[in-house]
T-cell receptor, first 114, second 116 residues
């Protein structure tokens, strides 16, 4: 079974540039999460979806961050006008409701904003 | 709102010994799940073990076990017979049982170093 796939693995931007991260969850997982993990910190939830619906985006900086999951499968997280404070690893995860209730994480997309 | 606190920033042990990592949590949910995840040097995050709040018995998986003290809102991770490859960052996390609160909240992690 394929795991959670993310791309790109790395991105380096100047402040003010935009970037999009893509995530393909495990097939059959209806719940998808985007987390931001700054260096030496735990993952912090940005947004999560059940199917195509946003369940919680209260921690998403809405002025520059956006996330979509139009068909309830793949998802895209976009950062417009990036700032140095956005430097972090962006993690996508999908939820296995039926078994242990655990999240399966992708390898992450490491963003550096210069 | 949920909150998870790991007070130990780092722990160093000699291999083959037992280590305990602490975690306390805050929640208003009456039923919830508690998890421990491990993040390796490559950045990969993997699930280790889960405790359901309504279960009194402590969960055990392989050489991982939990010390669940519900009155203290505490869920400690115990690793017995540690190995060099157990060196990693360990995160405690929790999720409400309500299907509308599927948000998983993490602590800031404890760095475990296992030395020969």
């Amino acid at each position: 079974e394929a795991g959670v796939t993310q791309s790109p693995r790395y991105a380096v931007l100047q402040e003010g540039q935009a970037v999009s991260f893509w995530c393909d969850p495990i097939s059959g997982h209806d719940t998808l999460y985007w987390y931001q993990q700054p260096r030496d910190q735990g993952p912090q939830l940005l947004v999560y979806f059940r199917d195509e619906a946003v369940i919680d985006n209260s921690q998403l900086p809405s002025d520059r961050f956006s996330a979509v999951r139009p068909k309830g499968t793949n998802s895209t997280l976009k950062i417009q006008s990036a700032k140095q404070g956005d430097t972090a690893t962006y993690l996508c995860a999908s939820l296995d409701r039926t078994n242990t209730g655990q999240l399966y994480f992708g390898e992450g997309s490491k963003l550096t904003v210069l | 709102a949920q909150k998870v606190t790991q007070t130990q920033t780092s722990i160093s042990v000699v291999e083959k010994t037992t280590v305990t990592m602490d975690c306390v949590y805050e929640t208003r949910d009456s039923s919830y799940f508690l998890f421990w995840y491990k993040q390796t040097a490559s950045g990969e995050i993997v699930f280790l073990i889960r405790q359901d709040s309504y279960k009194k018995e402590n969960a055990t998986v392989g050489h991982y076990s939990l010390n669940f003290q519900k009155p203290k809102s505490s869920i400690g991770l115990i690793i017995t017979a540690t190995q060099i490859e157990d060196s990693a960052v360990y995160f405690c996390a929790m999720r409400g049982h309500n299907t509308n609160t599927g948000k998983l909240t993490f602590g800031d992690g404890t760095v475990l170093t296992v030395k020969p």
